[in-house]
């Protein structure tokens, strides 16, 4: 018994020791230089391997830097703070002052939208949207059967009480994969900072709208007719907010009669409430 | 002797195809088979270290396992070892000499590893009780015939990019369809020799 035992261990052992030996005399033998500052890099980057700057990970986005000098700004998660570390790094000054952005799904519709249809099928939007393009009468709304949530790297996607997805915006980092992913393209990137949301993305007139959602925008142009700073327009049935202008003074809000816009700090506090 | 090696040689490649006729090893046959030139090297790669994997557990099977019967409880740890070893060295053979081509199999490479087409192979060897000739011849055969399906595969997928094919079998539905109606193909050789 104990025989069998010191063999296989001296033979495993053994074995293992032989391999060890001839991949590090290969190691030696075929080995390559590489840029210490791609270590460097890769240490500075999130380590999230989310592929928002379009690589293949943070390895891959270190490498691209040094060796095709592409845009040190890339990095949406790390934001401005890892663009300086890697400027440090590299010797390359930050060009563009990157504005944090995060995801918004442009929807409120839900149990506030009647459906066409029963679906019963696979609990996934893709799969959803590829019968009549989903259940809901608004062929625009958020289906709410998650895949964001499956693709969202920092879990910060959840299905609201509505039915649609919504956006925890304090783990959001505006990686963008989930505006990829949503068949229904209901989600948008939209600045950090941005104060004031359209939830809505519906395009038709508002007299086909009202019927099918009570939170659809039914472009009345009250919000247009509202704004002191001309930041809001409807246009194509569908307001939307030029960022550049809009001071958050949250007239539109006010004003809006179906209550298709929302603040960022209503977002916030409706979150709040609802996870106690 | 030889005609006995050039049958085992010719069940590996046509007959038993690995891929088409084991269902071995599908993993890169899906993944790498997007383009000729690539899937012509991942089948060399294959190759390399289906020969030297069959050639390297055949010696730790007859010197080490069986006479000191460890073989029914190390034989996949060890063989697996060997393996895991081998393609870690390609991998750095094929980093050095062709950064390009290390890029384009990207992760498959270290997935040659899993392969379940080369544990397989080391396995039926066993089984079969062949002598290291003809687990080499094996490990060659297994390894031609991978790459001829791998490329065929490539062929084939590289043609259909052009064609208009309906939107729900778009991507893995028609390559598993492609690969289905390949592998039936395949059955037409069955019985060429009697083994």
Known sequence: MSQVFIISVGAMGGIGILFGAFLAYSSKKFAIETDERIKEIEVVLPGANCGACGFPGCSAYAQAIIDDGVSIGLCSVGGQAVTEKIGKITGISSDSDMAAKVASVKCQGGTNCSNNFEYVGIRDCHAANLLHKGEKSCKYACLGLGSCINVCPFNAIRINNLGVAEIDLSRCTGCGICVKECPKAAIELVPAAAPVHVLCKNIEMGKIVKPKCSVGCIACKLCERVCESKAIKVEGNLASIDYTLCTGCMACVDKCPVKAIKGRASEVEEKQSCCV | ?195
């Open chain 2, 1 to 195: 002797m030889l005609k006995d090696l050039l049958l085992i040689f010719i069940g590996a490649v046509l007959v038993n195809n690995f891929v088409l006729s084991r269902f071995l090893g599908i993993c890169p046959f899906l993944g790498v088979s997007k383009k000729v030139d690539v899937a012509l090297s991942m089948g060399i790669a294959t190759t390399f270290v289906l020969t030297l994997s069959a050639a390297a557990t055949w010696l730790i099977q007859s010197f080490i396992l069986e006479p000191y019967g460890l073989s029914r409880f190390l034989q996949y740890v060890s063989f697996v070892l060997v393996i895991a070893s081998l393609v870690q060295m390609i991998e750095m053979f094929i980093k050095k000499t062709s950064p390009n081509l290390y890029n384009s199999l990207g992760i498959f490479l270290p997935l040659i590893t899993t392969n379940c087409a080369i544990l397989g192979l080391a396995l039926l060897s066993v089984n079969k009780s062949y002598n290291l000739a003809q687990s080499i011849v094996f490990g060659v055969g297994a390894g031609i015939g991978f790459t001829l399906a791998i490329v065929i595969m490539a062929g084939i997928r590289e043609e259909i990019e052009k064609a208009d094919i309906p939107e729900g079998l778009k991507g893995a539905g028609i390559t598993l369809l492609t690969a289905g109606i390949l592998s039936i193909s395949f059955l037409g050789f069955s019985g060429l020799i009697s083994m």
